[in-house]
């Protein structure tokens, strides 16, 4: 597993990420899926939430956040600056966010974590300064995730089902144990042929 820490941090943001988003990667094909649902403390306010987007030029790049909807969304505007500063250099752009992320003070405060993939690589960020790359081509963030990740690790091991196969049957295994996630699932895949990727939902 690549790791590249820009600090050390006390702080935990796991306790507070209510929802399961899953990357899998698989042969040339990666999919990238989030459930709907959107908690307040123990009551469900909204059950069909976007959570997972394309994001870089052309859509090239897939994003998926856990955590505080409208600090996703700050981080997620921050990564596409820096994208545009690193044009094709998804590493470079993950490593620098992660970086601010966990030297500003007003950035720092922000409650969520991210999964970003493109073609060929998948990262993990959080607000520790980590960009996390899987060895198995898997990333699974949120109080869903290790059900998302155990089933998908059991289902890599089958022949005949792909990435996107593959995200869908997790996400439902997560969904039927996570409280916190539900069944309103949106797909996104990327392939390394531009003329191949497809969004479903």
């Given at each position: 597993?690549?790791?590249f820490?820009?600090a050390?941090s006390s702080h935990?943001p ?5 929802t ?9 094909t990666?999919?990238m899926?989030g459930?709907g ?5 123990q009551?469900v306010i909204?059950?069909?939430a976007?959570k997972?987007?394309r994001?870089g030029p052309?859509?090239s790049?897939?994003a998926?956040f856990?955590?505080?909807?409208a600090d ?7 990564l ?5 500063r690193?044009?094709n250099q998804l590493?470079r752009a993950?490593v ?10 007003y950035l ?6 991210m999964?970003v993939?493109d ?6 960020l959080t607000?520790?300064?980590d960009v996390?790359e899987p060895e198995?081509?898997i990333i699974?963030?949120?109080?869903g995730?290790?059900f998302a ?8 091991t089958?022949?005949g089902?792909d990435a ?17 996630t ?7 895949t990327?392939t390394?042929s531009p003329?191949?990727d497809?969004?479903?939902?």
């Amino acid at each position: 597993m690549q790791s590249f820490h820009t600090a050390s941090s006390s702080h935990d943001p796991v306790g507070w990420h209510g929802t399961t988003i899953l990357c899998v990667r698989r042969g040339p094909t990666v999919a990238m899926a989030g459930d709907g649902q959107v908690t307040l403390g123990q009551t469900v306010i909204k059950g069909n939430a976007r959570k997972v987007r394309r994001i870089g030029p052309s859509g090239s790049i897939l994003a998926g956040f856990a955590g505080a909807t409208a600090d996703a969304f700050t981080l997620l505007e921050r990564l596409e600056a820096k994208l545009e500063r690193y044009p094709n250099q998804l590493e470079r752009a993950c490593v620098e966010l992660a970086k601010d992320w966990r030297t500003d003070r007003y950035l720092r405060r922000l409650e969520a974590m991210m999964a970003v993939a493109d073609a060929e690589h998948s990262y993990t960020l959080t607000g520790n300064g980590d960009v996390l790359e899987p060895e198995d081509g898997i990333i699974a963030i949120g109080s869903g995730g290790n059900f998302a990740l155990s089933a998908a690790r059991a289902l890599l091991t089958v022949e005949g089902l792909d990435a996107e196969d593959i995200v869908r049957r997790s996400m439902k295994v997560a969904g039927d144990i996570c409280v916190y996630t539900n069944h309103s699932v949106r797909v996104e895949t990327l392939t390394a042929s531009p003329s191949t990727d497809k969004v479903s939902s």
